[in-house]
C-alpha cells in the first residue's frame, strides 16, 4: 500500500504521531487509506450538499475496510461568475483543481480516492487528477437539481432579461421567475456542462451507473454515494487504476454518448484535457467523425423541453448506451469501475428507454447527427464548435454581413440596446483562453440575443466559449484565437461571412489581397491584466482546439 510510506516502520514514528493527533487509532492506519476529495462550499448550489455525500461515501468506504481521509478543493460557479470579471477565472480553476488535488494525493500517499465534484470544472478537473495520479479511484457525483416551476432553468431566468427589454415580461415577472426556476441543491437541471462531464464520467467507466442522472435531492444518491465508498476498497484489491479503464475503447464510448446526449460544447474542451492525462489523443477530427454517424437521441434543455431528472425517469445513461449498443456504437469489452465491462453491466441492469419523448429510438432519432458539429474554413482553420442540437432548422445555413465586438461587454450592450438586427452576425474576440484570458462563456450574449426575439435570426461567433445552457447559432472555440494571429482578428463591421453546419463551413468572404493588408496593420487592443493566475494563464495555455490545457514545454 502506498500509505506504508506515512504509517509502517521505525522511521514513520513521527508520522503516525501525527496521524494519532486525528484521533485515528493504530487499526486504522493498518488499513487503506482513501482519500475522499469534497468540493462543498456554501456558494455554489450544486455543491452546498457534498458534505452529505462525502459522509455518505465515507460511511461506505469504512463499511468496506478502509480509512477515509477527506479534503476539500474550491470549485467556481459559472452562474454566479457570468457576465462580469469572474468569468475569467473560470477555466483556469480547472487546472488548479486538478493540480491541488495531485499535490494533496502525493505529499499524503493515499491507497485510493473518491472524488465527489458536481460543478463545470470541477468535474473534469477532478478526473484528470484521477488519471494522472492512477491510484485506483471512483467519481461520484453531487447530482442534477430539479427543473423549476413549469419545467423553467437557469436559462429561462438569463433569457427573461431580453425578454424584459423588449417588453414580453415584466419586471415583476422576472422576480417571480428567478425565485423558483433553481429549486435547491443540485447541478443545474438541463443538459448543460456540469450534468455533461457528470453523465460522460459514467459513461467513460470512472463513475458507477446512475452517476450522471440520479436526482441530488434524492435518497438513491446517498445510496450511490455508500456503494462508490465500498467500491473503491475493491478496486484496491484488484489493483483496478483510472488508465486501466480510460482507454482508446473509453474515448470512442464517451464520444458517442456525446452525441446521443446532445451535450455541451464544453466536452470539446474538457474531454480532451481528461484523455491527454492518459496519454491519449482526442482531436476535434474525431468529434466531428462520430458526430456524422451517431444519431441524436436526446433533446434536454436547452435544446428541447425535459431536463436530466427526465433523463433519468427514462432509464438514464445506460439506456442511451444499450440503444447505441444495439447498433454497434458501443465497446461492450471496455472496463468500468464495476469491476465489470460495459456490456456486462447494461445486461445486468436490463437497460432500455422507459419513454420515447425522452430518449429516441436509434430508428427515429432528433436527428441523424450528434448534438455537436466542428466547423472549418479560413475563419476557423484549428476548427470551430457549434451544438448543431440547438441550433433551429433556420439557422444552420447563414450569409450575413458581420457585427464586431472586441468583448463581451460591447456586444451585451449592443444586443439589449436593440442595435443588433436580422440577419446580422455577431462576432466576439479577445475572449480566447490567451486573449481573454480565461475563455470566458458567453451565455449572457446568446441567452439575450434569444430573449431579444433574434434567437432565429442572428448568429453569433466567438473565440471564445459558451454556456452548455447556450442554444441557438453560437459558434464558438475559434481557433485560431485572435489573440495569436487568427484570421477572426482580422474581421471588420460590415464584412460578409460564411455559415454552412451541415457542410462543417466557416469562412469570411473576403479577398486574401485584402486580408493581406489587414494583417500588415493589424495591432491588437492593449488588455491590462493585473492579475498573477491570470497573467500565468494566458503565458502557458494552449488552444482551444486542443483543450485549453496547459503546455508541455515550460
Known sequence: MRSKKMTQGLEKAPHRSLLYALGMTRDEMQRPLVGVVNAANEVVPGHIHLDRIAEAVKAGVRSAGGTPME???????????????????????????????????????????????NCDKIVPAMLMAAL??????????????????????????????????????????????????????????????????????????????????????????????????????????????????????????????????GCSTNTVLHLPAVFAEAGLDLDLTIFDDVSRKTPNLCKLSPAGPNHIHDLHRAGGIPAVMSELDAHGHIHRDALTVTGHTVGENLDALGAKAKDRAVIRSYDEPYAKQGGIAILRGNLAEQGAVVKQSAVAPAMMTQTGPARVFNGEEDANAAILGGSINPGEIIVIRYEGPRGGPGMREMLSPTANIGGMGLGESVALITDGRFSGGTRGAAIGHVSPEAADGGLIALVQEGDTIEIDIPQRKLNLLVDDDELARRREKLVHPTKEITSPILKRYSRLVTSAASGGVYRDDM
Open 71 to 117: 479534503f476539500p478543493v474550491i470549485g467556481v460557479c459559472d452562474g454566479l461568475a457570468m457576465n462580469h470579471e469572474g468569468m475569467y477565472y473560470s477555466l483556469p480553476s480547472r487546472e488548479i483543481i486538478a493540480d491541488s488535488i495531485e499535490i494533496m494525493a502525493s505529499a499524503h500517499p493515499f491507497d485510493a480516492l473518491v472524488l465527489i465534484p
Open 132 to 261: 494522472r495520479m492512477n491510484i485506483p479511484a471512483i467519481v461520484v457525483s453531487g447530482g442534477p437539481m430539479m427543473a423549476g416551476v413549469d419545467d423553467t432553468d437557469l436559462i429561462s431566468v438569463f433569457e427573461g432579461v431580453g425578454r424584459v427589454k423588449r417588453g414580453e415580461m415584466t419586471e415583476d415577472e422576472l422576480s417571480e421567475l428567478e425565485q423558483c426556476a433553481c429549486p435547491g441543491c443540485g447541478s443545474c437541471s438541463g443538459m448543460f456542462t456540469a450534468n455533461s462531464m457528470n453523465c460522460l464520467s459514467e459513461t467513460i467507466g470512472l463513475a458507477l451507473p446512475g452517476n450522471g442522472t440520479i436526482p441530488a435531492v434524492t435518497a438513491e444518491r446517498i445510496r450511490l454515494a455508500k456503494t462508490a465508498g465500498a467500491r473503491v476498497m475493491d478496486l484496491v484489491r484488484e489493483n483496478i487504476t483510472p488508465r486501466d479503464i480510460v482507454t482508446e475503447k473509453a474515448v470512442a464510448n464517451a464520444v458517442a454518448m456525446d452525441m446521443a446526449l
